[in-house]
Structures are given as C-alpha cells and as structure tokens.
C-alpha cells in the first residue's frame, strides 16, 4: 500500500495542475520534520547566508532552494556529502531523507564520523539521529572529536566558518618545516561536492612513520561556501591540515627531498592513482588526464616538427595503459602533478594512474628548450602518423594465431555502454559487463576498449574495426566502422526498428525474443545469452551460511524480492546504495560492493535473492547475475524466466508470487537445492559454455565470416 501511495503521488507531480501545490505541500511537510528535529543551528545558518534569520526563517531559506545550492543547517552536516547516500535526495533536500531514514551508518561530514558516534553507547540515550545527539552535546557545552583528533566545542565551529566566511585564509606562507610530504590542493566551484578531498585525506592517513609530517594545504580563495565550510573544519581538527587562499600567494619553502603533489581545480582522482604519484620514484611525475567523457585528454607533451602535441589525445585510456607502463614525454600535462623538491629528472606519465578534469581550452604549449620526442612504438594496432603530417595514431594491421592454429587479424574493438563515465559508472553492471567481455577479446589477441555513453562518438573513433553496442537502458546510435554490432542485452521493450536495422549484425540475450523479433523486424536477430566471467566468478571452497544475500538499487520501489524476505524476519544481507526507507538499516550490509568481492559472496550465501525487470521477465532474457551466482558455487531464488531451469537446474529455484518465495527463503536452504555435487557440476558447465570467452570467440567468428563474404 505505502508503496503504490507513492508512485501516485509521484505521477500527480507530473501533472501541471497539480505541481505547484505538491511542491508547496512538499516544502512545508520537509519543514516541519526538520524543526522536530531541533538540529536547527541559527548562527551557523546566518553565517552562510550573511544575515540574522530566526529558526524558521533558515529553515524557509533551506527547503525554498537552499539545499540546492549547498546551504547547511547544522555544521557537522554537508548537504552534498549525504545526498550521494541517499534515494530520492536529488528531489527533496539530504537532511529531510536523512531524519526519516536509519541514519547510524550515513556520514554527514568528512570532518565528523557520525557512524563512529553512533556506536557509541552514551549516544543511545538521546533519541533521534546521530547528528541530533551529537548536537544536544554541543548545546549543552560539550565538546565532539573531528577527523584528526581535536576535540571541538560550538564556539570553536563558529569560529572556524566566521574565518573562512566573513575573513578570509590566512594568506601568509604556510609552515612546511620538517614536512616529508606536501600535497597542496586547490579548491573551486568545481569541487562543490567534496569528492576532490577524499583522495588526499586517505594518503594523509595512511599507515607510515612520516604521517605526522605530511602536510595537506588547502587554497580555498574560489571555493563555494560549503566547501570552504569543510575545509575549515578540517584544518580545525588535524593540524597537518593548513588553509590558504591561493598556493601562488603562500607557496610555503619546502625542503630539498620532500615530495610534492600540485593539484589544480577540477582534477579530481582515487586514492590509488595518488599514492603512485607520491611513491613514484626519478623526475617529476603526471597521471594520464581523462576528461569528462572518460577518453584521454593527454598523455603528456611530445615534440614533432617543433610543434606540441597532446600524446593519444581523444583515445581510450586502454590505448594509453597498452602502451608503457611509463612514458617519457617532454612535459607533464595533467591538473595533478608530482615532484620531489631539489632533483631534476626526465618527465614521464604514469599509465596506471588517471586524473579526470575538464578538457582544456587551449592548445598545448611548448615546452623549454624542447627537441623533438621520439615517436611512440607501435602498439595495440597503432603507429605513429609520418613526419610533416599532424601527429596522431594510425592503424597499423596485426594478426594474431588462436590456440586452435587459426590466424585472425588483431583488430580494434570499440564496446559501447550506456553508462556514465568516472566513478558514477562503476556501480553500473554495463561498465563491468563489457571489461569483461574486452578482457575475454584481448585474449583471442583482439585489441578491445570500453565506451561510456558521453564517449559514443569520440573523436577517434575512426580507428576502429568493430562497434559493439550493448543496448541496455539506452539507445546508442552505433558509429561508422567495418563491423556494426548490436547485443540487446536488456531493456527489449524499448528496441526500435531503426536500432535493428541500423546494425550489420544483431544478438539478443533470449532465445524466444529474438526469434520474435526477427519476424516482426524483418531482421536476422541471433540468440547470444549472456553470461559470465569464468576467470573470477569460480568455487573459492568457501562454507555457506544462512544468510540470504542481495546485490543491486532498489530501483525508486520497494522490491518483493527483497522487501517481503526481509519483513518475513528472514536474515537478509542487502549491498546496495539505495535502500534506506525501504528496509531497515540493519539489512542493509553495505551501500556499495567492489565487484572484485562478489565472488566470495555468491559463494558463501545461503542463496541470494534475484528478480528481473518485467520486460526482461516477460521477453525471457536471463541476468547474468544467475550465471555469475552459479558460476561461483553459488545457489540462487529468482522471479520465473523461461530457461532458467534449463539453463542452471537445482542451482536456480524459481517462484511465482510471494507465499512461494517466502516458502524458498525458509529454513533449512538446503533442502530447496540440489545436492553439492549437482550444484558444482552445474557450475562447471556455466563456467565452460556460458563464458565471456566463448561468447567472445562467437563474435569473433562472425566478425570473421561476415568479413570473408565482403
């Protein structure tokens, strides 16, 4: 019932007649749980927007837009920080999800653990949220612990946003001595959303003897307020953390052997690719500079012809990662550099680590006293063009002898995926999905790339042998190449007849479906299933537990899936990043998972728990999350598909509605399943016929075939 009530008031905002007075209904229901709250801190909130405001004034000021914009109503909360970990937040405003979520496990401030107060047993005693009991401690005098260990009261939080606020950083040069490591970051509007200062605040922390002489610097001097509201913060509780409002204006002396790391605003990377910059050893050091739509940017400044030139500029990061693993280069070109104070060196790109940035606007500039570089070696199908022609990469053919003795030429493999570039599009099974299947085509020596959908048409484009589009929830108007390939792999209501058409050759993973669709198409649409990575997903010899597990969104509903187990007390374990209002906090095991992990955790369930979307469930396309489960020794409970059964045996049970599922989640699991040999049998044979490697090889041969009647 909850669940329809809000699928209907989510429509009638659709409607014109309506919206203004739902959104009007919406402002003043938000409000109202905030002031219940009492989490309201006046001061704070005049600070911010540099006026004297009455409680439900700021509140007003918070839920009329200002949540949008970045203002907060509490300093030991950072709207943007915790609207990434909540559902629906993009809507309504991250502190309102926040108090009527379970809240013991969200951060609300990169400053403050609240996940760390909530375990606290004193916290327990004032009711409400985390936040709500560390803030009653404040009002009453207390004090809490920020990130860095200093224990601050509510004058001193004042204090540090009237600085950063009303003043201005300190402008005098920062204090280096005896620093072994200086990372200076520079913050602007770019970095509204926190996500720059997580990289550096890991290597600040990580385990070492010098951790207590490595230096962060903050300029703030174009910072939005939110952010220049953290970095305050942080200097407050860690004094290895130093603020200034530029880096030119108070560099600070650093002395000879200290390494440094120089990050311009908008460059934001993990804390892998830091850490190489800071251990790498030799001359200055730069990652390769990946831009919004996740094509390289620049490798580095080569010379040719006494001219510049951004080395593999508009490639696909793998082009670069298949080249060296360091490449030497006449200049560094990334928004993040490194060096080591007092040595000199040959500059060089470190491929294994990748910085994301804006595209520049202007051309590469040449470096001092430059001669030309040496060409790059031919690689991954590519050489160098000819001197006196504009530097960039040309195809240069390959061929490539199978196991089974057949020679095949090496060619270029574009896959094409609906998913955003950079770290949104990590939590995408898409993205995934096709590394593993580029991954299964580099070893039938193919050269294979991942696109992101902002990268459809990238500007090299022009190179590739092969397009290959996995069409998923979005249509991806396939780019000129040789080969045309279209792989529905899911979403098959949504596939046009233009798609289909527009394709040398299409696959489709459902049987039935495709049969269907080659009658009402007029178009050949082969069954290519999905599948799985036999390389990762195999029997660890883990034990079972009795725990049913859950991987995946919970998509804006509350899935029965999921949702009926767990209100049948069934012990659920649920990894994924929006679940809060749907299920209780303790169900939920985590709000991400690195997939490297899964195998282990497919192995070790009890079962886990899957459903499919109604169209895929209707048109019979199977998830690969069944054949990756199986694959590992896992055992599975799904929605009924046509071919399940087939396909996985006593692997895989299936249900109809919901008393037929909880009868499936019942206790003992065991005796819903095959025996342990019939489940490792059934895995083996997943894992040798419905592999990325055998799907691979039909690609290939196809590829191959239609090649041979050109």
């Known amino acids: 019932m909850l669940t329809r009530l809000r699928r209907l008031w989510r429509?009638?905002?659709s409607l014109p007649v309506l919206r203004p007075l739902l959104g009007a209904a919406d402002r003043l229901w938000w409000a109202r749980t905030i002031r219940r709250a009492r989490v309201v801190d006046v001061a704070y909130v005049a600070l911010q927007l540099g006026r004297a405001v009455s409680p439900r004034g700021a509140v007003r000021a918070y839920v009329t837009g200002g949540f949008r914009r970045g203002l907060s109503l509490n300093p030991l909360f950072s709207e943007r920080l915790v609207s990434e970990q909540l559902p629906d937040s993009a809507r309504v405003p991250a502190l309102y999800a926040y108090l009527v979520t379970d809240p013991a496990r969200i951060d609300t401030s990169l400053a403050w653990d609240a996940p760390a107060h909530a375990a606290r047993a004193d916290s327990a005693a004032v009711p409400g949220s985390p936040l709500a009991s560390a803030w009653r401690a404040l009002e009453a005098g207390a004090s809490v612990p920020l990130r860095g260990g200093a224990r601050v009261d509510l004058a001193d939080l004042h204090a540090a946003a009237r600085s950063v606020l009303e003043g201005s950083a300190d402008a005098s040069p920062v204090d280096l001595t005896g620093a072994s490591l200086v990372l200076r970051w520079t913050l602007d509007a770019a970095d509204a959303d926190a996500a720059a200062l997580r990289a550096p605040l890991e290597v600040l922390d990580a385990e070492g003897a010098d951790r207590d002489s490595r230096r962060l610097v903050l300029a703030v001097g174009d910072a939005p307020a939110d952010v220049r509201l953290l970095a305050a913060q942080l200097a407050l509780g860690d004094p290895r953390i130093v603020l200034t409002e530029r880096i030119s204006d108070s560099p600070g002396a650093v002395a000879a052997g200290v390494r440094v790391i120089e990050r311009d605003s908008g460059g934001n990377l993990d804390a892998a690719s830091l850490h190489a910059l800071v251990s790498a050893s030799g001359g200055p050091v730069a990652p390769i500079w990946l831009g919004p739509d996740g094509t390289v940017v620049s490798a580095g400044i080569l010379v040719r012809d006494g001219r510049p030139w951004r080395a593999w500029s508009g490639h696909p990061r793998e082009d670069v990662e298949g080249a060296a693993a360091e490449i030497a280069v006449a200049a560094l070109d990334a928004p993040v550099r490194a060096y080591t104070a007092g040595r000199d060196g040959e500059p060089r790109t470190l491929t294994a680590a990748a910085v994301r940035g804006r595209a520049p606007s202007r051309p590469p500039l040449m470096p001092a006293d430059a001669e030309d570089s040496p060409a790059p070696a031919a690689r991954r199908g590519l050489v160098l063009s000819p001197p006196g022609d504009v530097p960039r990469m040309l195809r240069?053919?390959?061929?490539?002898?199978?196991?089974?003795?057949?020679?095949?030429?090496?060619?270029?493999?574009?896959i094409k995926t609906g998913a955003p570039a950079g770290p949104r599009g990590?939590?995408?099974?898409?993205t995934h999905f096709a590394r593993s299947l580029a991954a299964a085509l580099e070893r039938l020596g193919q050269y294979a790339a991942v696109d992101a959908r902002p990268a459809l048409a990238r500007a090299t484009g022009d190179l590739d042998d092969v397009v290959l589009s996995l069409r998923g929830p979005h249509e991806l108007a396939l780019p000129p190449a040789a080969h045309r390939l279209l792989w529905i792999i899911s979403h098959p209501d949504e596939v046009t007849?233009?798609?289909?058409?527009?394709?040398?050759t299409v696959y489709a993973a459902s049987a039935p479906w495709a049969r269907r669709a080659t009658e009402r198409f007029g178009v050949?649409?082969?069954?290519?299933?999905?599948?799985?990575d036999a390389h990762r997903f195999r029997p660890q010899g883990l034990q079972r537990t009795a725990d049913l597990v859950f991987v995946g969104t919970a998509r804006g509903i509350a899935r029965p899936s999921v949702v009926e187990p767990v209100r049948a007390g069934r012990p659920v374990r649920v990894y994924g990043p929006d679940w809060r209002g749907y299920i209780p906090g303790s169900a939920i095991a985590a709000t991400h998972i690195a997939n490297d992990r899964l195998p282990a955790v497919y192995e070790a369930a009890g079962a886990v728990l899957n459903d499919h979307w109604p169209a895929m469930q209707r048109e019979g396309f199977v998830s690969n999350r069944l054949f990756d489960v199986v694959a590992a020794g896992g055992r599975a409970i799904s929605d009924e598909v046509d071919g399940i059964a087939e396909l996985f045996g006593s692997a895989v049970r299936t249900y109809a509605d919901v008393p037929a599922l909880l009868e499936l989640t019942a206790a003992p699991l065991d005796t819903h399943f095959g025996t342990d040999a019939e489940i490792a049998e059934r895995s083996e044979r997943i894992r040798a016929e419905h592999s990325f490697d055998a799907r691979a090889r039909t690609l290939l041969d196809d590829v191959m075939a239609a090649a041979?009647?050109?």
């Not at 053919?397 to 060619?411: C, I, K």
């Open 524 to 532: 050949a649409v082969r069954p290519l299933l999905q599948c799985t």
């Open 426 to 430: 990590e939590s995408w099974g898409e």
């Open 396 to 414: 240069h053919p390959e061929s490539f002898a199978l196991p089974d003795g057949t020679v095949v030429p090496r060619l270029r493999w574009a």
């Open 11 to 13: 429509a009638a905002r």
């Open 708 to 710: 041979a009647r050109i």
């Open 497 to 504: 007849a233009e798609e289909v058409r527009d394709a040398d």
